[in-house]
Antibody, heavy 121, light 111 residues
């Protein structure tokens, strides 16, 4: 069974760093791209960026370029989303999603359960 | 402001048919990129309903169907059931963004 399991909810202070994870299982992790998607409270889904786990090639939405880093450790089938300095505006639910096919235009067929990030002083 | 435009809400009575529209532009839907639809209950994982314009993953009932023409697409749900009450999102690829773009989401209320 294909699964993407994300790390648990986080509560951080402004300025702190954070890395959340997304562990894939039940499939060949390096054969499918992973995207990260943000949902701010009461808002819709926003694509942040994606990574090819086979070679760690990434591309980011201009809205998120420079604010987050997407990485992967293929030895443990895990993708990461990282912030070096959190802001209150980063409060959101974050989802990872597996691209259904090996292309940018394919949809996400499996999604993680989401990681809620709260930033508060 | 979402790149793809959806109505904020639609509603229908049990058993009825509803449609949700999704309008894009020449850099996404109009460029021929695939259109996908998701069902989402906030706080849970979004579920892929339709991929590649009009294909259903296994396990998705045929009450859900979709079409695409030009720069627009639509999702149709027939035989509405209470369990269909959720948020629905369209998604495509945009050549200007070089990544996924979503609609703003449509909240479906089953009356």
């Amino acid at each position: 069974e294909v699964q993407l399991v994300q790390s648990g909810a986080e509560v951080k202070k402004p300025g702190e760093s954070l890395r959340i994870s997304c562990k894939g299982s039940g499939y060949s992790f390096t054969s499918y791209w992973i995207s990260w998607v943000r949902q701010m409270p009461g808002k819709g889904l926003e694509w942040m960026g994606r990574i090819d786990p086979s070679d760690s090639y990434t591309n980011y939405s201009p809205s998120f370029q420079g604010h987050v880093t997407i990485s992967v450790d293929k030895s443990i089938s895990t993708a990461y989303l990282q912030w070096s300095s959190l802001k209150a505006s980063d409060i959101a639910m974050y989802y990872c999603a597996r691209h259904r096919a090996y292309s940018s235009s394919s949809g996400g067929d499996y999604w993680g359960q989401g990681t809620l990030v709260t930033v508060s002083s | 402001q979402s790149v793809l435009t959806q109505p904020p809400s639609v509603s229908g009575a049990p058993g009825q048919r509803v449609t949700i529209s999704c309008t894009g532009s020449s850099s996404n839907i109009g460029a021929g990129y695939e259109l996908h639809w998701y069902q989402h209950l906030p706080g849970t994982a979004p579920k892929l309903l339709i991929y590649g314009n009009n294909n259903r993953p296994s396990g998705i009932p045929d009450r859900f169907s979709a079409s695409k023409s030009g720069t627009s697409a639509s999702l149709a749900i027939t035989g509405l059931q209470a369990e269909d009450e959720a948020d629905y999102y369209c998604q495509s690829y945009d050549s200007n963004l070089s990544g996924w773009v979503f609609g703003g989401g449509t909240k479906l209320t089953v009356l």
